[in-house]
């Protein structure tokens, strides 16, 4: 996982080791399960670290205006 996104020539550098695929039909749910498998893999926030700033405003944002929400559940298969 790059700083920025990884199709740009200049990412800002690795961030972060892959951690996985995730699918999902609700966007909001899909990016907050992303950033707790990370945070959790990482011991600490990757994105709040490397862009100094919360990602979690974005999630409850999202969900605040209708986007999807929070709530997800993790099926290994």
Known sequence: ISKW??????HGGIIAEDAGI?????????DKASIDILR???GKDVFLEAN????????EF????????????????
Not at 5 to 10: A, E, I, L, Q, V
Request: charged share 30%; glycine share 8%; proline share 7%.
């Open 5 to 10: 996104c990884d199709c740009s020539p200049d």
């Open 22 to 30: 995730l699918f999902a039909g609700d966007p909001v749910a899909i």
């Open 40 to 42: 959790n893999i990482n």
């Open 52 to 59: 100094h700033k919360d990602p979690d405003n974005c999630i």
């Open 62 to 77: 999202s969900e605040k205006y209708g986007l999807g929400t929070r709530e997800y559940s993790i099926e290994n298969r």
